[in-house]
């Protein structure tokens, strides 16, 4: 069983950063694409921010496009989202999600972690 672990979240001012971070575990092979998605309050949709896949190409959202930097670790499996630069409408639940095959940047994921909570506000 393929279990994901986000950390990093918080509540930051407009202008700040943070760092969200996830972890794969139970993966007997490596995750081909490993993504973040966002789910801002009041919506159903969770959105996709940014994408990487394993031979390094990445995907980002519009909106975030020049703040935000999705990379892989070292350690096999783990993703992480630098997000600078950081404005109200970034607040949302943060959810880190993998695929075990290749596949679009927007095709089903087959892991999703929990979510963690990223709040900006003054």
């Known amino acids: 069983q393929v279990r994901l672990v986000e950390s990093g979240g918080g509540l930051v001012q407009p202008g700040g950063s943070l760092r969200l971070s996830c972890a794969a575990s139970?993966?007997?092979?490596?995750?081909?694409?490993m993504a973040w998605f966002r789910q801002p309050p009041g919506k159903q949709r969770r959105e996709l921010v940014a994408?990487?896949?394993?031979?390094?190409?990445?995907n980002y959202a519009d909106s975030v496009k020049g703040r935000f930097t999705i990379s892989r670790g070292n350690a096999e499996n783990t993703v992480y989202l630098q997000m600078n630069n950081l404005k109200p409408d970034d607040t949302a639940v943060y959810y880190c999600?993998?695929?075990?095959?290749?596949?679009?940047?927007?095709?089903?994921?087959?892991?999703w972690g929990q979510g963690t909570q990223v709040s900006v506000s003054s």
């Open positions: 139970g993966s007997r092979f490596a995750l081909n694409t």
């Open positions: 994408g990487i896949i394993s031979g390094g190409s990445t």
């Open positions: 999600a993998a695929r075990q095959l290749r596949g679009g940047f927007t095709a089903p994921y087959d892991y």
